[in-house]
């Protein structure tokens, strides 16, 4: 850069500095936006796992044995016994209201049947309308199911006569050995924060950008913003946009820092591979927010552009219902979005820890989204200085 | 003769109250329609977000997760595993890795999303009567991935390992009567309830068609006002003489317009969309209804009590639009209410959409009638009130700023 254009981007920079001294939007849109949703987000997911979760009883027994069964069940990490019913309907009723996600039935002479082999059945209902509350309780309560009678069955072999070293062999002949690879202890906020609090990020980071280009040319000062910066588009765009670099990328490590080192967040590869990514992210959606600003040079359309787009982001990223599950012309659509790539960086590098070389087309992927402002730069410049579009 | 004058001229006031206010709403529905702006939110975009994420979360549970399997033990028993598994519907066998390190590889450029390991042992275990182990490593980046592979494993593990049980205990000379206390002595049976396909549309969609009324309303009311801030025109929202009807009438007008349009909506997101794409749709229409007037009226007079706050046509989006996901967690159908914390609890209480999706969540998926919501819906009646009020307030104070204006 010739030491003209140093200066005229410096003056630039200085002067959008100022601009966003001039209006709390600038203020709210980056740390106050991004402050509420660490503190809400943390907070509301600190448990990790949602445990204790208020589960009903219809015991038409009440005998010791159905009464031991009951307390395993509260002992269980997940369900959390709130409400004793008189019945299925008065069960189901309350699980409309949503007082209750599960509800066991255990039928009278629960306990004469037991002891006379007569084998009676348990019924468990599970509120699957509220799939992770539904999903988690029915493995809960499978898992106890599964250990209640594992021990009986225990009992029985033994008093039979059967050698210890063979009982397990009868009881469950294959058994499996789970291994959660990366996130062991299933955290259900490592599934969602990972990718929510940089989806909030992408969100503000459109938005601002459209807004700080938008605004000089809805209240007609693009001419002086050009001449700041020697009437190049390039420079005027680089210093205007400077400043939001810098604090949206601190705002990302900053959340990076909060949950790979604050939540504990498994982080298996060098953390600054991370900070990287979050540098070249902030960037590829400071670009798209030129292209669309520059598509439509119309703040309030280049917003609501910048909405639609942004919350798409969030499906597209592909970290609650898979891509490769969508319809094929979906597919092809999530490459038009850089939070896709972070998702498969962020699972290379933090979730499993594998080489970076897994992650380099990503990288590379991120880096070419910034050659979009390219098409736009004329388009931009002319707007700038003839103000020809509606400004409502 | 000088009461029924009197009763006449109130008959005549009302009528000319009632002729005003429809002026104001035939006003209020034009200036919509007027508003390109406005347009795309309150008309567009809630004819068009429905359809396009229902169509990307058409397919409501994951089908085929490619799996890899390294088998090691090479018997007749290891590939019955293997068939069994590529058999259910959750997973596929993507393909047999010679080892460990082949299916690490397959597993690290994402073409699979698990690795099942069944051991050299494994055969000779099972002929030995003992207790056979396979591994399974499954991939954590999305919560149904794990769902999806813990289900079908288990279940192929339990369905094979039955009927190595039944022939080891008749081997042993335990039969009959005597095998089934001891393979099942207690069975269990788990019911899902509401929801029966464990489908993701399903349990995602009604949260999000609810979300796009309150949305919608809430950035197209704001995007009106800002506009009318803009051009300086808030006396128009008025007109011209500002008596104590006056107030009333213009907060009426604008919400009969609303409304009415929303009214429309809500037959099309609510009923329409649910229909067809096969999302939950078991709710009373009358019990629907019972619930959605609350819900709309609580929502535009939240909207226009925010909307008073909003300077410029877009700071409202720029700065609001993140909140869409705040409301979508408050309104705990991912994250159970039970166990969000009292404090954001009674944050969430503040926005009609925290009742509307738990109250629309019930009626529709899980069948609820008005007595199963009644604390959701007396949450509506007590918002539509308190922020008719804040509305009343908010109005009063911007007229009496403008009258001071104008004065000075």
Known sequence: MSKNKFSAFYKTFMRELKRMGSRPVYFLGTVGVMFFCYVFFLSFMSEGQPDKMPVGVVDLDNSPLSRQFLRNLNATQQADIVENLSSYTEARKEMQKGKIYAFVVIKDNFEAEVLSNRRPKITFYVNDAYLVAGSLLLKDITYMSELTSGAMKQKVLKAKGVDESRIMGIIQPVSLDTHLIGNPWANYGVYLLNLLLPGVLQLMILMLTIFAIGIELKEKTSRLWLRTSDNSIFVALMGKLMPYTLVFTLLGIIGDVLLYWYMGYPVHSNILWMFLTTFLYVVAYQALGILIIGITPVLRDGVTIAAFYGLLGFTFAGFTFPIEQMPYVAQIFSYLFPIRFYFKIYVNQALYGLNIAYSISYLLALIVFTVFPMFVYVRLKKAAIYQNYPIK | ?408
């Open chain 2, 1 to 408: 003769m000088k009461n029924s004058n009197k009763d006449m001229s109130l008959i005549l006031r009302f009528i000319s109250h009632i002729r005003a206010m429809f002026y104001v709403f035939i006003d209020e529905v034009k200036n919509i329609f007027k508003d390109r702006g406005v347009v795309v939110i309150v008309i567009l975009a809630v004819l068009v977000y429905p359809l396009l994420y229902c169509s990307l979360y058409m397919n409501e549970t994951l089908v085929d997760v490619p799996v890899v399997v390294v088998d090691d033990s090479h018997t007749a028993k290891s590939a019955e595993f293997s068939r069994h598994l590529d058999a259910t519907r959750d997973v596929k066998v993507y393909s047999k890795a010679n080892n460990m390190h082949e299916a690490e590889l397959l597993f690290n450029t994402s073409k699979v999303h698990g690795i099942i390991y069944i051991p050299a042992d494994f055969d000779k275990k099972l002929n030995r009567g003992e207790q056979a182990i396979v591994s399974v490593y499954s991939d954590m980046s999305s919560f149904l991935y794990y769902r999806a592979l813990i289900l079908s494993t288990n279940y192929v593990a339990l369905d094979l390992g039955k009927d190595i049980q039944v022939q080891r205990l008749n081997a042993m000379g335990i039969t009959g009567e005597q095998q089934a206390v001891i393979s099942e002595p207690i069975p269990y049976e788990s019911v899902i309830l509401f929801n029966e396909g464990m489908g993701f549309a399903s349990f995602l969609m009604p949260a999000i068609l609810i979300l796009i009324i309150h949305q919608t309303l809430f950035f197209g009311i704001g995007m009106a006002a800002g506009t009318a801030r803009e051009e300086n025109r808030y006396h128009e929202l008025v007109n011209s003489s500002v008596h104590r009807g006056g107030i009333f009438r213009v907060i009426l007008g604008k919400t009969l317009a609303f409304f009415s349009i929303y009214m429309l909506w809500s037959v099309y997101l609510l009923g329409f969309i649910p229909w067809l794409f096969n999302l939950p749709h078991i709710g009373n229409p009358f019990t629907l209804l019972e619930f959605i007037v609350p819900f709309l009226l609580a929502s535009i007079f939240f909207s226009m009590t925010v909307s008073v706050f909003v300077p410029s046509r877009e700071i409202q989006m720029v700065l609001l639009l993140f909140f869409s996901l705040i409301l979508l967690f408050l309104s705990g159908i991912s994250w159970p209410q039970s166990n969000i914390s009292g404090f954001w609890r009674l944050f969430g209480w503040l926005f009609p959409a925290t009742f509307g999706i738990q109250a629309y969540f019930k009626i529709n998926t899980m069948g609820a009638g008005i007595h199963e919501i009644v604390f959701e819906q007396t949450g509506l009646w007590i918002q539509t009130a308190i922020y008719f009020i804040t509305t009343t307030i908010a109005f009063y104070g911007q007229i009496y700023k403008k009258r001071n204006e104008i004065q000075q």
